[in-house]
């Protein structure tokens, strides 16, 4: 039972209270990664730590804890029975060569839908792999302010997959709908958005996320895949990138970050105990309107996101009087707001407001928008 902490810890919520006087009441962390857990079950990882430490990654507990959570995960996000759940290490970065080399043998081309930060990645990784990776979708003309329409994207019919980032974490866009394609397998980068939402899997030959938003801990990526795309990676693949020699060395072919995949089984009963993915999908959107409403009224803060690709889950923003910024920041960690500084790449700000984060953070962030521009708009 936690009572007070003297020093919060990073991610906690509104059940967390500092005894530090002059302190606020709550905190709440809105940072892009790894994402809050919530408290019931960081109380239940700490009891259980000491067990998971030592557990051996052969052993029965470790490959009875492994079924439970591929069977978890296949119930909650209704996974068909021809997919195999992979669950891996090295992160989404891993991903961006996993799925050429595994998905383009026979085929060298693959389209990608390029609309931010972490698309451009995963491209240029297939590039570098030597793959005709190509932009089909260019979002830089539009400054990743919104996806370019689905008629001029440039698909060719011999791709072996269509590749798109779900939620781009760092540009706050987001695709509301699955594209709808028929000419090659979609691929998605899910890492901020799995779990967030009902999702299609059905309609993806793949699909991809690291754990540490909606899932946990870093240390575990989770791959769904169409098994009838599993025909052999590109000679010369390293074996541990091999999606079939990982699938057939179950549950791990490596040693695994065990307490990450204790975490990720913790998440998922905590997403059933809320209500499942409805309910994650409507608190998420609410949140979503709760901060848009609040930037978009007095002028002092800007999103030039497409209001019809708006993220969800990751909300940036700038103060158009940058000098501000140093201040705003400060101030809003003052307030027990934290983590709000934008990606490294972009600057300005970005909230990221992942399962974790309760109804009361995106209130909370609300009120302080309005009073820091009260005091300085
Ligand atoms: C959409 C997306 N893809 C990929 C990554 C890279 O993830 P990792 O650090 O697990 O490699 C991130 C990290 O934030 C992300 O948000």
């Given at each position: 039972m936690v009572t007070g902490m003297v020093h919060p810890m990073p991610g906690h919520d509104s059940r967390c209270l500092s005894l530090v006087p002059g302190a606020p009441a709550s905190v709440f962390n809105f940072a892009a990664s790894p994402g809050p857990l919530p408290l019931s079950v960081r109380e239940r990882l700490l009891e259980a730590m000491p067990g998971l430490l030592q557990m051996?990654?052969?052993?029965v507990a470790f490959v009875e804890l492994a079924e439970r959570l591929q069977a978890k995960l296949r119930e909650l996000l209704e996974v068909p029975a021809d997919y195999r759940v992979l669950f891996l290490q090295g992160g989404a970065t891993a991903q961006f060569a996993m799925v050429p080399l595994n998905?383009?043998?026979?085929?060298?081309a693959a389209d990608y839908l390029h609309t931010g930060y972490w698309s451009g990645r995963a491209l240029a990784e297939a590039q570098q792999l030597g793959m005709a990776a190509q932009r089909a979708a260019d979002g830089r003309a539009l400054a990743f302010h919104a996806i370019p329409p689905s008629d001029t994207w440039q698909l060719r019919a011999d791709a072996a997959y269509v590749y798109y980032t779900a939620n781009e974490t760092v540009d706050g866009v987001e695709f509301r709908h699955t594209p709808q394609l028929t000419t090659a397998p979609l691929v998605a980068d899910m890492s901020s958005c799995l779990l967030s939402r009902r999702m299609?899997?059905?309609?993806?030959g793949l699909i991809f996320a690291g754990a540490q938003k909606n899932m946990g801990l870093p240390g575990l990526t989770v791959v769904l895949v169409r098994?009838?795309?599993?025909?052999g990676a590109l000679p010369g693949t390293p074996s541990l990138y091999d999606y079939r020699v990982q699938d057939q060395q179950r549950p791990a072919y490596n040693t695994p970050v065990v307490p990450a995949w204790y975490t990720a089984e913790l998440m998922l009963d905590w997403v059933v105990e809320q209500g499942g993915l409805q309910a994650m999908e409507s608190s998420n959107c609410s949140k979503a309107e709760t901060v848009y409403a609040a930037l978009d009224t007095g002028g002092l803060y800007a999103n030039a996101v497409a209001p019809a690709c708006r993220s969800r889950v990751n909300i940036v923003f700038d103060l158009?009087?940058?000098?501000l910024l140093p201040l705003f920041l400060e101030q809003a960690h003052h307030a027990?707001?934290?983590?709000?500084?934008?990606h490294r790449s972009r600057g300005g700000c970005r909230a990221a407001l992942y399962n974790a984060l309760p109804e009361a953070g995106a209130l909370a962030l609300a009120d302080f928008l309005a009073d820091f521009q009260r005091r300085h708009g």
């Open positions: 051996h990654h052969r052993s998905l383009c043998r026979g085929q060298g299609e899997v059905h309609r993806h098994e009838a795309l599993l025909q158009v009087v940058p000098a027990g707001l934290q983590g709000l500084a934008g």
